[in-house]
């Protein structure tokens, strides 16, 4: 979904879809903005192609992604895009944001302060435990029984 649709949204609608508030993803796009106009300053020439999505619409990709985890080749049909460009463009916005001031985590003498109320969770993948599949003794054992 583009930002066009996203724009027209309430505040309270918009932050049901999206998951933030508008004051925040317009605090993302300044940022991712800011972040845009250093790279693209940084170039030895302004050559390549124009980005096909604006910046807003790069920051809702990225958001879209974290809220859904959603699939980078179902993000990128949804944007008219490929697979590697979605996840080019989400790492770019990802890497943009963690390396602002405005939206880094405090450190850990902060945390220990205690001056902020601040939720971590883990959400780690972990494995499966299945059998080992080479479990001869007990598929051996199992049939004997049944004999």
Sequence with gaps: ????????LSNKQFRRLIGVKIRVFDKMVEVIQDAYNKKRANAKSNAGRPPTLSIQDRV???????RE???YFSIGLNYGLSESNAFEN???VENALSKSKVFALPGKKAL???DREIVLMDVTESPI???KKNNGIFIQ???SATQ
């Design 1 to 8: 979904m583009k930002f066009e649709k996203v724009e027209r």
């Design 60 to 66: 809702l990709m990225t958001l879209e992604y974290w």
């Design 69 to 71: 985890y959603r699939t």
């Design 90 to 92: 989400i790492r770019w």
């Design 112 to 114: 220990l302060k205690g």
């Design 129 to 131: 435990e299945r059998p």
């Design 141 to 143: 054992e199992k049939r």
